[in-house]
């Protein structure tokens, strides 16, 4: 399996920019996602804020901090996430049908060697197809 360099994370809510700001302080360069550049602008400040947290409370040091934040960049549109190795849904089922993205359509424009997340609580992610989708894509992996 090729190494996860960049991730790339869909939803830049609060579960998204929590996947963001975990990845980038462990070291992955990280693109985030949503609908709107207010909404990943929101994202890229809570990712701060949590770290800036973490050294306020000597669980970090601001220099890893800083590098963090910079590992974080805005993805403005689904086409900005195609050089991540990972891309993983920060956003429940239902909200990435709000988004207007299937995860189907998400899988067939990115699983040529990457690795796709989801969350399964979505309904198309629960129907039989799906299911039936998802074992052959593993297999075919």
Same mark, same amino acid.
């Given at each position: 399996?090729?190494?996860?360099?960049?991730?790339?994370?869909?939803?830049?809510?609060?579960? @998204? +920019? #929590?996947?963001?700001? *975990?990845?980038? !302080?462990? #070291?992955?360069?990280? &693109? &985030?996602?949503?609908?709107? /550049? =207010?909404?990943?602008?929101?994202? !890229?400040?809570? /990712?701060?804020?949590?770290?800036?947290?973490? /050294?306020?409370?000597?669980?970090?040091?601001?220099? =890893?901090? =800083?590098?963090? *934040?910079?590992?974080?960049?805005?993805? $403005?549109?689904?086409?900005?996430?195609? $050089?991540?190795?990972? *891309?993983?849904?920060?956003? @429940?089922?239902?909200?990435? !049908? =709000?988004?207007?993205? +299937?995860?189907?359509?998400?899988?067939?424009?990115?699983?040529?060697?990457?690795? &796709? +997340?989801?969350?399964?609580? #979505?309904?198309?992610?629960?129907?039989?197809?799906?299911?039936?989708? &998802?074992?052959?894509?593993?297999?075919?992996?």
């Amino acid at each position: 399996m090729a190494e996860i360099k960049i991730v790339g994370v869909i939803g830049a809510g609060q579960m @998204g +920019s #929590g996947i963001a700001h *975990v990845c980038a !302080l462990n #070291g992955y360069d990280v &693109l &985030l996602n949503d609908v709107s /550049v =207010d909404q990943i602008d929101k994202g !890229l400040e809570a /990712v701060r804020r949590g770290l800036e947290r973490q /050294v306020s409370k000597g669980q970090i040091s601001e220099a =890893d901090m =800083d590098a963090a *934040v910079r590992r974080v960049t805005s993805a $403005p549109d689904i086409a900005a996430l195609a $050089p991540a190795d990972l *891309v993983d849904q920060g956003v @429940g089922g239902d909200g990435l !049908l =709000d988004l207007g993205r +299937s995860q189907f359509a998400l899988r067939r424009r990115f699983w040529g060697g990457r690795l &796709l +997340s989801f969350d399964r609580s #979505g309904r198309d992610a629960n129907s039989a197809q799906a299911r039936r989708n &998802l074992l052959n894509d593993v297999r075919n992996f």
